[in-house]
């Protein structure tokens, strides 16, 4: 679900998916990737949310390198790799808009990279309250 300014909307319960394309050294083998989300604060509204959610964390465990075609003139040092970071919102998420703060891919035993960041445009999504139909009054009596 989209809104008026095209930011995605999800529900709680929703399974968030986000689909990334990313540019790397040839010789970085990412394993796994993982996006960390973090709640917009508004001061006035968050004052007594302690044990609601603050962050949403997405990962994708496959991610698909490209195919590298190279001739023996070429002498490419990046390729891409692409990848689908998943999860579902958790019951304690607040609503709220969530920005991506953080990237970092897994690759070899224990390693890991932040990605860059700084060129990347403003990636966010928005939690919001699921839809309830209106309770109506089936029947009234005064005793």
């Known amino acids: ?9 999800y529900t709680t ?4 998916r986000w689909n990334l ?4 050294a040839i010789d970085l083998n990412l394993q ?3 996006a ?5 604060v508004d001061d006035e509204l968050d004052s007594g949310e302690g044990s609601h959610q603050a962050r949403i964390v997405l990962i ?16 490419a040092r990046e390729t891409k790799s692409a990848a689908v970071l998943e999860d579902r919102v958790r019951a304690n998420t ?4 969530y920005r991506c703060r953080r990237v970092v891919g897994h690759y070899g035993p224990g390693r890991q ?3 860059d960041l700084e060129e990347t445009p403003d990636i966010r999504f928005r939690v919001v309250e699921a839809p309830v139909a209106k309770p109506r009054i089936t029947g009234s009596e005064f005793l």
């Open 1 to 9: 679900m989209h809104n008026e300014v095209g930011v995605r909307e």
């Open 13 to 16: 319960g929703g399974h968030i």
């Open 21 to 24: 394309t990313i540019a790397h």
């Open 32 to 34: 796994k990737i993982v």
């Open 36 to 40: 960390t989300f973090e709640r917009e």
């Open 60 to 75: 994708a465990t496959d991610p698909r390198r490209e195919e590298l075609k190279l001739h023996p003139t070429t002498a």
């Open 94 to 97: 607040v609503p709220r808009e």
């Open 113 to 115: 990279i932040d990605f």
